[in-house]
């Protein structure tokens, strides 16, 4: 069975801070897909990153990193210089790669994220 | 265009009452989905269609009902509701039934059973 934890709840910074959420999960897949996604406070559900398990470089968007460690199974995620409109709550999620995922999504329990100015 | 749109946005009614939430993409992807997040925001899935084939249904209540009349469009049924249904229903699209698969989400509807 999958599982993803994100063991933080909630993370209040004041604004231009750095914050990270962390993301560990469990699979017994080799082959496996990880999301994050940003729920704003309006609702709707935003695709921020998709990551393989073959590719374990990190990436950077911008104010948004990623950081992927197979090792220590943690898909942690950074904001720079974090801004009020970072306030959202953000998920991180997992699927398997092969035929019978059909893109069914294990989210962890998210981290509601509040940026005060 | 709104990519994925979800009708009604906010719903509410009273117990035992029968009701449907629709939901059209028009991103040309062939599989849709439904998830329910609680009031926790706990988000799962609940169903999910391929090309009008039903290829996931999770361990929902016989209650709930979805219908695929075309690759476009997902509605769900609820019959009978009950107070623990209230929650945020969310639609999603997405190319393909693979795991790679990047899902594009509706803004949900909020359902209330009182």
């Known amino acids: 069975a999958q599982k993803v934890t994100q063991a933080q709840t909630e993370i209040s910074v004041v604004e231009k801070e750095d914050v990270t959420l962390d993301c560990v999960y469990e699979t017994r897949d080799t082959t496996y897909y990880l999301f994050w996604y940003k729920q704003p406070p309006s609702g709707e559900l935003v695709f921020l990153i998709r990551?393989?398990?073959?590719?374990?470089q990190n990436e950077i968007s911008g104010r948004y990193s990623w950081n992927f460690q197979k090792s220590t199974s943690s898909f942690n995620f950074t904001i720079t210089a974090s801004q009020v409109v970072d306030s959202a709550v953000y998920f991180c999620?997992?699927?398997?790669?092969?035929?019978?995922?059909?893109?069914?999504?294990?989210f962890g329990q998210g981290t509601i994220l509040t940026v005060h100015p | 265009d709104t990519a994925v749109s979800q009708t009604p946005k906010y719903l509410v009614t009273q117990m035992g009452n029968d009701k449907s939430i629709k939901c059209e993409q028009n991103l040309g992807h062939d599989t849709m989905y439904w998830y329910k997040q609680d009031s926790k925001k706990f988000l799962k899935i609940m169903f999910s269609?391929?090309?009008?084939?039903?290829?996931i249904n999770e361990t929902v209540p016989n209650r709930f009902s979805p219908k695929s009349p075309d690759k476009a469009h997902l509605n769900l049924h609820i019959n009978s509701l009950e107070l623990g249904d209230s929650a945020v229903y969310f639609c999603a699209s997405s190319q393909g039934r693979w795991g790679a698969n990047v899902l594009t989400f509706g803004a949900g509807s909020r359902l209330t059973v009182l």
């Open positions: 269609y391929n090309n009008k084939e039903l290829i």
């Open positions: 999620a997992l699927t398997n790669a092969g035929g019978t995922s059909y893109g069914k999504l294990t």
């Open positions: 990551r393989n398990s073959f590719d374990e």
